[in-house]
């Protein structure tokens, strides 16, 4: 993938000359400045210097949205019949974070520094994407999602992030993505002996304080 072909995306650096990022995903319909506004809330200016970089999905026609164009890393089709996935799309947007994690990388940034982040679309991106990816990862933050392909994953997944720590979050009273989803998302990376800390929140499919503050003492334990 070439230079010219990155996804555009918001960068916030919290020092100079950062040897740490984190990558943050948002979900469907939604861009890079959806959790932009977190860097501050999550308090971790006393850490290293780290670049959060939030990326902009492509701009796509989304089939259970009427064909209407937002930004999405993949197309979702209307629950009929057989449940079916975007599987092209999905591994579009998996090689275009790819081709981010390398940016990092050439700017002096080693992938064992590197969180990937997301919610929603964007949760399911950073499983995509980091339980593929040959090289370690420092963490992964993974909200209000699913582990997409999953019937692909065992067979596909990289040795290098069988010990990377997941943090898996959901809200109890999510209608778009619902509990007993993300529960056999996480029975599936148990399964595959994962390192699971999994948390849930009395919320809809959105972000709440106590998670944040979760989510803050993660990357203490991953950023180091």
């Excluded at 020092?15 to 319909?29: D, F, S, T």
């Excluded at 974070?97 to 390398?102: D, R």
């Excluded at 390192?195 to 009395?202: G, H, L, Q, S």
Aim: proline share 8%; with cysteine.
């Amino acid at each position: 993938m070439t230079s010219e072909a990155l996804l555009e995306c918001i960068e916030i650096e919290t020092g100079a000359q950062p040897r740490h990022a984190i990558i943050w995903m948002h979900g469907l319909g939604a861009d890079g400045n959806d959790f932009a506004p977190l860097v501050p809330e999550l308090g971790l200016r006393d850490l290293p210097p780290i670049r959060f970089v939030f990326p902009h999905a492509p701009v796509r026609p989304v089939s259970i949205n009427n064909g209407m164009a937002m930004r999405a890393w993949y197309d979702i089709y209307p629950p009929q019949g057989i449940p079916r996935e975007d599987e092209t799309g999905l591994r579009q947007s998996q090689r275009a974070i790819q081709a981010l994690i390398a940016r990092e990388n050439e700017r002096g940034v080693a992938t064992e520094n590197i969180v990937l982040a997301g919610f929603s679309q964007g949760c399911a991106m950073t499983l995509m994407t980091g339980l593929r990816l040959d090289r370690k990862l420092a963490g992964m933050v993974c909200l209000s999602g699913y582990l997409p392909l999953a019937q692909l994953t065992a067979a596909e997944r990289h040795p290098a992030n069988q010990d990377t720590p997941i943090f898996l979050a959901h809200g109890t009273q999510d209608p778009m993505i619902v509990l007993p989803r993300a529960e056999a998302t996480r029975r599936a990376l148990v399964d595959m002996d994962y390192r699971v800390i999994w948390k849930t929140y009395v919320m809809p499919h959105s972000v709440c304080m106590d998670e944040i503050h979760d989510i803050a003492a993660f990357l203490r334990q991953v950023i180091v």
